[in-house]
Nanobody
């Protein structure tokens, strides 16, 4: 079983910055991708940014955050961070960390797709 714990949310004024962090723990054999999603009240959960483990770490961002948010990860520590700059009120949401990969248990290797508990980000105008 893989657990993800997020930190770093909070309240910030428009134009400000926040940095979210997520750490994975448990029987992790390999993480293939880690990412951040968000869900605003009354809306569906949406992808914010994702980064893969291979090569230089391919990244993908939602159009709404390109140029303002930066995702990074530390493969050795099973962590992923999201640096959020120039925040806007429309960035207000609960942000969730996600990780996909392979666990190693006594009975073999198993795919996993885990979510953190979420952290609130509120941007005031």
């Amino acid at each position: 079983q893989v657990q993800l714990v997020e930190s770093g949310g909070g309240l910030v004024q428009a134009g400000g910055s926040l940095r979210l962090a997520c750490e994975g723990s448990g029987s992790i054999y390999r993480i293939n991708a880690m990412g951040w999603y968000r869900q605003a009240p009354g809306k569906q959960r949406e992808l914010v940014a994702v980064i893969t483990s291979g090569g230089g770490g391919g990244q993908d961002y939602a159009d709404s955050v390109k140029g303002r948010f930066t995702i990074s990860r530390d493969n050795a520590k099973n962590t992923v961070n999201l640096q959020m700059n120039s925040l806007k009120p429309e960035d207000t949401a609960v942000y969730y960390c996600n990780a996909q990969g392979i666990t190693s248990t006594w009975y073999g290797f198993t795919d996993f797709d885990s979510w953190g508990q979420g952290t609130q980000v509120t941007v005031s105008s």
